[in-house]
């Protein structure tokens, strides 16, 4: 499990660092890292793989090891063996068999699963509960809000904030500064009670807290329900909100969706900017008592951030009269605040009061250059316009960036069974060896059953014979080998189709377009690559061994009541199409159920993902129940496509047990009705080979279908196999189509000409006729207004879009 985690948590990584990775052309060695635990893991499987390959062998050999040892040993004490006596007592081994061989390595092997995920559980569960240790004191007619005494917090076993003495009053504007790592955003974090009190005292004297943290928290949905964040809608402060914080511009650009534009996973199609300024506004929405604001003005241009300190934060703002905490590294804005702290080394090193005069002894910072000496700056006139976006009812846009999951239809395409089963390094010889041994080991099982039942229906002067005895001693070790070989081999196969799949996934995955990372929420990802793969490594390879070997030993059973017993293919004639038309009856329901439990669990994924990475935001709003109860919702629709698929299994299983034992019926009817015609020993072996068919048919039946039902994990897999690459990546390959001359790069060019680019093909361009030169050992500067052209145009010199 621990290489497990690993990998999946190195593709979460992945996922939320494609940018990155992308801009650095990190791809090949992401993949080389991805790799490398990935053969950690498949170690691990394997043995794992060889102990269940073990048990599959026994299981099917048991019967005749256990056989040899009877009446082996009754062969060496001089006893006679008799039909009778051997196939009762094979048919009674038969029935103990499943519960031994099977049953019981299975509920130790699920109880030893069971544990360890139990003892991670429980590692949460036993984490210390989060609680407010502060004062909190609905009194607010004092004059104070916050007031610290002598207060130190640690994270963990590390202090950060040591001996801290202020108060601060309501109602006024506090800003703070420091250096990086000074411990300003760890200030905040102590205020919203993140971090421990070791000692002193904290008071708090509000009763709500709004919070805009320094990471925007950007979660997959509209950018309505990201400032709401679960508060009911009152249009004209959510106007006002969205007007101060500089997006109305922004959602005009979006066109008629407006704010009901769909935002990927993590607002990886915002600009910093954009998330920002949504982060903001989503604590400026929030109706609190004190504001937290972690540097909200660093990802916007001076104009912006100018407009939004003066309509959001400043003593003129929508938040004037409320108690507002500001931390910035731009010093020119504090000369409007009624207190400052500098933060040094997690200390306050100096609180002021007297900020004009402290500002002045600062150094100047250059942002407050592009002021002019009045400290504003003309804003456009469109800003001020009235705007309708606010009334929509409805999404609009037909093509939102983040897609539904869907699900395809039908039966597994035959490709993708050909493909698992034919991956390298052994492809199609590979397969072709696969059936080989699965049919020669069946054979020689067969074979070791008519041996015995020969052996049986000699006379006791034959029997004594050492010929028959080492006989099937011989074969009955024979067949355990093979069997041993067989399963092995499956399981390496399987494996390799696993891994093959893996592979194509993850290199696909790495050298696709960052449109697949907007569209796509990480959890949707990671429940590919955690609960599918799985599925595909572990689940499949056990039901396809399962359901071919039942199918094997069902073909065989009937090929010796056919030739012992010819009545008895009265039966199976119309028996054997009834079962595999109900089979496909069930399939066609299962398969769908199993393909919608899938898709409805990746927005478990997803809203337990996004929750972690917001985790102190969804505190401080106070929305843990709403998030809790998005998350139960979310496992109720899971919960009740498992419910129902597994309804269905049971359906299915029940109608295979009631047709099976038909046959056993009939079988002993007619071994009574034709006993002169009979031998008895092989009345008896119809008879065994009935009792082991009722069970063998209705396993291998449901075990197909299982396996098909696996196969729609490997059918999810192959799909993010078969992404498109980047237009300069070879479609199969990582490598790049347009190959640069040898000397590259010889010059430090970068060169537009006539360039447009537009994100999707049903969107208006964003980019119009680009015409650029970069020439060697530039240093460029683009300036413009806070959004997405000034980073769409940085990426693509990035060679992020390529």
């Not at 009935?690 to 396993?699: E, V």
Request: glycine content about 6%.
């Amino acid at each position: 499990m621990a290489c497990t985690d690993k990998r999946v948590q190195t593709i979460n990584e992945l996922v939320n660092g494609c940018q990155i990775i992308k801009m650095y052309n990190w791809e090949r060695a992401m993949e080389q890292r991805v790799h490398e635990i990935r053969r950690r893991e498949l170690s691990h499987i394997y043995k794992s793989s060889c102990l269940r390959s073990l048990n599959v062998a026994l299981f099917v050999a048991s019967l005749l090891l256990i056989s040899l040892a009877t009446f082996g040993a009754s062969w060496l004490m001089g006893r006679t063996l008799f039909p009778e006596d051997i196939f009762s007592a094979v048919a009674f081994f038969s029935m103990l068999r499943v519960s031994v061989t099977v049953l019981l390595p299975l509920d130790i092997e699920k109880f030893s699963e069971a544990r360890v995920s139990a003892q991670r559980i429980d590692q949460f569960m036993q984490l210390d509960i989060l609680f407010n240790k502060h004062e909190n004191v609905e009194n607010k007619d004092g004059d104070h809000a916050i007031i610290m005494e002598d207060a130190t917090f640690s994270w963990k076993d590390s202090c950060c904030l040591s001996a801290l003495n202020l108060k601060i009053k309501h109602g006024t504007l506090v800003g703070v500064k420091g250096s990086i790592g000074a411990g300003k955003s760890t200030l905040l974090a102590a205020i919203l009670g993140e971090v421990n009190l070791v000692s002193g005292k904290l008071r708090q004297y509000t009763n709500s807290v709004s919070y805009a943290p320094q990471l925007s928290w950007i979660f997959a949905d509209t950018i309505r329900a990201n400032i709401l964040l679960g508060k009911s809608m009152d249009e004209e402060r959510y106007k006002n909100v969205i007007k101060a914080c500089c997006l109305d511009i922004d959602l005009q650009n979006f066109g008629e969706v407006g704010d009901l534009l769909m935002i990927g996973d993590k607002g990886i199609n915002l600009s910093g900017g954009q998330k920002a300024r949504i982060s903001l506004a989503r604590a400026l929405y929030a109706d609190a008592d004190l504001y937290l604001l972690d540097d909200p003005l660093a990802a916007v241009d001076p104009k912006v951030a100018k407009k939004i300190f003066d309509e959001c934060i400043g003593p003129r703002s929508l938040l004037r009269g409320k108690t507002r905490i500001l931390v910035t590294h731009q010093t020119h804005f504090l000369v409007e605040a009624d207190q400052m702290i500098l933060l040094t080394n997690g200390r306050i090193n100096e609180f002021h009061i007297d900020i004009e005069q402290t500002i002045e002894n600062q150094p100047s910072n250059n942002t407050s250059e592009a002021y002019s000496s009045n400290g504003t700056l003309e804003t456009d006139s469109s800003n001020d316009k009235e705007i309708d976006w606010a009334l929509k009812t409805a999404i609009i846009d037909i093509n939102p960036i983040v897609k539904s999951e869907t699900s395809v239809d039908g039966a597994i395409k035959w490709s993708v069974w050909l493909q698992l089963f034919t991956s390298p390094p052994l492809r199609w010889f590979g397969f072709f060896l696969m059936i080989l041994l699965m049919c020669a080991a069946e054979a020689l099982y067969d074979f070791t059953n008519r041996w015995l039942a020969l052996w049986s229906g000699k006379s006791y002067d034959q029997q004594k014979s050492s010929f028959y005895a080492y006989v099937y001693l011989g074969l009955t070790f024979g067949t355990l080998i093979i069997i041993l070989i067989r399963t092995g081999f499956i399981f390496f196969i399987m494996l390799s189709g696993s891994t093959y799949f893996h592979n194509q996934m993850l290199s696909s995955m790495l050298y696709t377009s960052l449109r697949f990372f907007e569209s796509n929420p990480s959890g949707r990802i990671l429940n590919r690559a955690s609960k599918d793969q799985q599925a595909l490594d572990e689940s499949l390879p056990l039901a396809l061994i399962d359901s071919t070997q039942s199918l094997l030993m069902t073909i065989g059973s009937i090929i010796i009541i056919g030739t012992t017993n010819p009545w008895v293919l009265l039966v199976l004639v119309p028996l054997v199409p009834t079962v595999l038309w109900l089979r496909r009856f069930y399939i066609r329901a299962s398969r769908q159920l199993k393909r919608l439990e899938s898709v409805t669990r990746s927005p478990m994924y997803a809203l337990f993902s996004s929750s972690l990475d917001g985790l102190t935001s969804i505190r401080a709003f106070n929305v843990q129940a709403d998030f809790l109860n998005m998350f139960m919702e979310r496992i109720d629709t899971n919960s009740r496509a498992y419910f129902i698929l597994f309804s269905t299994s049971r359906w299915f299983g029940i109608r295979l047990d009631l047709m099976t034992s038909l046959i056993t019926l009939v079988t002993a009817i007619l071994a009574v009705a034709l006993r002169d015609q009979m031998d008895p020993s092989t009345a008896a072996l119809s008879l065994s080979y009935c009792i082991t068919l009722t069970g063998l048919f209705q396993w291998g039946i449901r075990q197909s279908a299982e396996a098909e039902n696996f196969m729609t994990s490997a059918e999810r897999v192959h799909e993010y196999g078969q992404l498109v690459p980047e237009s300069h990546r070879n479609s199969n390959e990582s490598e790049i189509l347009i190959q640069p001359p040898d000397d590259w790069p010889s010059r430090g060019i970068i060169e537009f000409k006539n360039y447009t680019f537009r994100y999707r093909p049903e969107l208006d361009s964003v980019l119009k006729n680009i015409n650029l030169r970069i020439e060697s050992k530039e240093k460029i500067g683009v300036i413009g207004r806070t959004g997405m052209i000034i980073s769409l145009l940085r990426n693509y010199i990035n060679s992020i879009l390529r």
